[in-house]
């Protein structure tokens, strides 16, 4: 079904297996990776949002007239370009990536994380899918139909043993932490079994930030490997159309709004950074990270930082680990954070937390974001 037909070029990046992918420090690592063998066939719910907590906004669907063609009856072999992890000789993890060929299209897919989830569900692709795991937050409400007709393996990563049992032919993952050995295991591994695998195209974005450009390239890939690029082209043209859509409210005078986004942590605020895609989402939508300027995705930082940088409006997000309802408890709550603008003026607006990783609701919530920035 599918061959790898080139080597792995590697970044010099070593990062971490971590559900959250990160900035790390540049590691030296081969510049060529051998490919396995080539033209070897492939054969809970979640506890409620809190009463004062929005409800996610709706991402476009297809289009009633987009085509349902049936793949496997105008499939033609695709080469896709996919970020691929792997260890180097020193047992650390880095990224690179590498060109599989898909002779026809995945039947038995697993997805491990919700965003990746959502981007097949909302290419209809939930008939070609045996299994999904790891749910953040609540499928989106036009989903959920499709959701429940696939089985969840675990509340969060499945065994290895469980996901093999279920015979895959495709597994796609969102965070490097799905291909650990925790979870699906190595994406070579997975491929000398004759399983394809697909990571999100951002995890590869080393010393850069992401941007939605990379969520539009992995809907067009998933759409190439299964036979629906029509879909997948209408998918990216409905959330181009939104986020155009909210770049008018953006057009205000003086400095943009300074934002922090707390994402979890009492005593050391868990934050996005430098280049995370919320950072990316917020410039778009006319603000300004307050901590743009430290290195990448997701760190901790200090309260005082946060109180010297006076943030005007704070993101929370809303999670199953971390609601939003603890966090603003926690901000109204310390006499030390009640000189902080946001804080004084009650000024707050939630996310999901599944809007802040690379998928399918980053336009709804750019034009979330644009209008609290614009208030």
Same mark, same amino acid.
């Given at each position: 079904?599918?061959?790898r037909s080139l080597a792995?070029? $590697? /970044?010099?990046?070593?990062? &971490?297996?971590?559900v959250v992918a990160c900035g790390a420090a540049s590691t030296p690592a081969p510049a060529e990776i051998q490919a396995p063998p080539v033209n070897a066939p492939m054969p809970v719910s979640t506890p409620a949002s809190p009463v004062n907590t929005p409800m996610p906004a709706v991402t476009p669907?297809?289009? /009633?007239? /987009?085509p349902l063609p049936t793949a496997e009856a105008t499939y033609a072999p695709v080469t896709v370009e996919s970020c691929t992890a792997f260890k180097d000789e020193e047992g650390e993890i880095q990224t690179g990536t590498a060109s599989y060929i898909y002779s026809e299209p995945p039947t038995r897919a697993i997805t491990l994380n919700q965003h990746v989830t959502e981007i097949m569900l909302a290419l209809e692709l939930q008939d070609h899918m045996v299994g999904t795991a790891y749910i953040d937050d609540e499928i989106l409400p036009q989903y959920q139909?499709?959701?429940?007709?696939?089985?969840?393996? &675990?509340?969060?990563y499945p065994s290895r043993e469980v996901i093999l049992a279920h015979n895959p032919d495709f597994?796609?993952?969102?965070?490097?932490? $799905?291909?650990?050995?925790? $979870?699906?295991?190595?994406?070579?591994t997975l491929n000398e079994l004759d399983i394809g695998t697909y990571l999100t195209s951002a995890i590869c974005n080393?010393?850069?930030?992401? /941007?939605?450009?990379?969520v539009y390239a992995d809907i067009r890939a998933i759409g190439d490997i299964f036979g629906v690029p029509d879909r997948a082209d209408a998918l990216v043209q409905a959330m181009s159309e939104e986020v155009a859509e909210a770049a008018p409210r953006t057009d205000s005078p003086g400095d943009p709004l300074r934002v922090f986004i707390f994402d979890s942590g009492d005593d050391s605020p868990y934050t996005a950074v430098c280049c995370s895609m919320f950072t990316n989402m917020l410039e778009t939508a006319g603000g300004s990270n307050v901590f743009d300027d430290v290195d990448g995705r997701w760190k901790s930082v200090s309260w005082e930082e946060v109180i010297d940088r006076d943030p005007e409006l704070i993101v929370l997000t809303e999670a199953d680990w971390s609601t939003s309802q603890e966090k603003i408890d926690l901000l109204l709550g310390d006499a030390a954070l009640a000189d902080i603008t946001a804080v004084k003026e009650q000024r707050f607006v939630v996310l999901q937390f599944s809007s802040l990783v690379p998928g399918i609701r980053n336009a709804a919530a750019i034009a979330e974001l644009a209008e609290a920035v614009g208030q």
């Open positions: 079904m599918f061959t792995l070029f $590697a /970044t010099s990046l070593a990062i &971490a297996l971590a669907a297809l289009p /009633t007239d /987009t139909s499709a959701y429940q007709s696939i089985p969840v393996l &675990a509340e969060e597994i796609y993952g969102g965070f490097l932490s $799905a291909f650990g050995d925790g $979870a699906a295991g190595s994406q070579d080393v010393g850069s930030a992401d /941007t939605l450009d990379d």
